[in-house]
């Protein structure tokens, strides 16, 4: 099972930007695809990207694609989100997740539910002021 713990939230003025790191402890890491979500008060989780096991494979939600980009590093078992140009509804606790399955297999760029991913972190805060 894998641990997973995210880091990076803060408080930015619109336009900026942040990166998040997702950490994971436990066993392969590199046998796990990574994808990334987002919940803002009162609305729904939103699917923002994901990754394949090697990193060679990524998908992005339309709502994020040209600014957002998901990496990871094997080697150092972390994946990250790197978002730039950030606004006011970017604000958001901001979610790693792993799963040993595909994940953008079962994502489309306007639906990541199709898969409950088996391991959450818990979640990042992050809040963008205009």
């Known amino acids: 099972q894998v641990q997973l713990v995210e880091s990076g939230g803060g408080l930015v003025q619109a336009g900026a930007s942040l990166r998040l790191s997702c950490a994971a402890s436990?066993?392969?890491?590199?046998?796990?695809?990574i994808a990334w979500f987002r919940q803002a008060p009162g609305k729904e989780r939103e699917g923002l990207s994901c990754i394949s096991s090697t990193g060679g494979y990524t998908k992005y939600a339309d709502s994020v694609k040209g600014r957002f980009t998901i990496s990871r590093d094997n080697a150092k078992n972390t994946a990250f989100l790197q978002m730039n140009s950030l606004s006011p509804e970017d604000s958001a606790v901001y979610f790693c997740?792993?799963?040993?399955?595909?994940?953008?297999?079962?994502?489309?760029?306007?639906?990541?539910?199709?898969?409950?991913?088996?391991?959450w972190g818990q979640g990042t805060r992050v809040s963008v002021s205009s």
């Open positions: 436990g066993p392969s890491f590199s046998n796990y695809a």
């Open positions: 997740t792993a799963d040993p399955k595909a994940l953008c297999t079962y994502y489309t760029t306007t639906d990541f539910k199709g898969y409950e991913s088996a391991y």
